[in-house]
């Protein structure tokens, strides 16, 4: 029973310590043109999104949905 219980609290805590999950935010998607319509929004640069795509055909575009994340800088009055 005590084993049960220190197994237990052992997985709430490791529970709480985790991070949340957050959805992926690039700005550049590749769509693929194989057919499947799949679509791949991971990408924070164009020129990746060519060397994605370069080879199995398809094209990139700017997510629609992208938003950029503030800064975390301090703005310090003058």
């Not at 985790?18 to 991971?42: H, L, V």
């Not at 994605?52 to 009055?77: A, E, K, L």
Request: aromatic share 12%; hydrophobic share 30%; glycine share 12%.
């Amino acid at each position: 029973m005590r084993l049960l219980l220190l197994v237990s609290g052992i997985c709430v805590a490791i529970v709480g310590i985790g991070t949340r999950a957050e959805a992926q935010n690039y700005p550049w998607c590749a769509q693929y043109s194989d057919g499947s319509g799949s679509k791949n929004c991971g990408f924070t640069t164009f020129q990746q999104c060519l060397a994605d795509v370069s080879g199995v055909g398809g094209f990139c575009t700017q997510n629609s949905t992208y938003q950029p994340t503030r800064s975390s800088r301090r703005r310090y009055p003058y």
